[in-house]
């Protein structure tokens, strides 16, 4: 089993930025590949990010590429998603999840998800 548990969401203005954290704890972090969903009210889970084990590659969403960076630091059992340049259709729960191996934009490949942390972005 893998816990995580993610921080760092709440009320921003257009423009701002905001950096989501994601603790994992359970097994050997480095063994999972991690992503970064987001949910907004009446829509499907949508992808945002994934990184791989090593965190030498990433892949992102169109809407949020060079707004958004995903990154983890294995030894502290923490990825991240620094989010700059925040739009009111960024407005959504944000999920992360880990999956065993490769990445995958695919929501249902993924084992491990957290809670969620509401990010919402003001006009």
């Known amino acids: 089993q893998v816990q995580l548990v993610e921080s760092g969401g709440g009320l921003v203005q257009a423009g701002g930025s905001l950096r989501l954290s994601c603790a994992a704890s359970?097994?050997?972090?480095?063994?999972?590949?991690m992503g970064w969903f987001r949910q907004a009210p009446g829509k499907e889970r949508e992808f945002v990010a994934t990184?791989?084990?090593?965190?030498?590659?990433?892949y992102y969403v169109d809407s949020v590429k060079g707004r958004f960076t995903i990154s983890r630091d294995n030894a502290k059992n923490t990825v991240y998603l620094q989010m700059n340049s925040l739009k009111p259709e960024d407005t959504a729960v944000y999920y992360c999840?880990?999956?065993?191996?490769?990445?995958?934009?695919?929501?249902?490949?993924?084992?491990?998800w957290g809670q969620g942390t509401q990010v919402t972005v003001s006009s």
């Open positions: 999840a880990a999956r065993g191996m490769l990445t995958s934009k695919n929501p249902p490949d993924y084992d491990y």
């Open positions: 990184i791989t084990r090593g965190g030498g590659i990433t």
């Open positions: 359970g097994r050997t972090f480095s063994n999972y590949a």
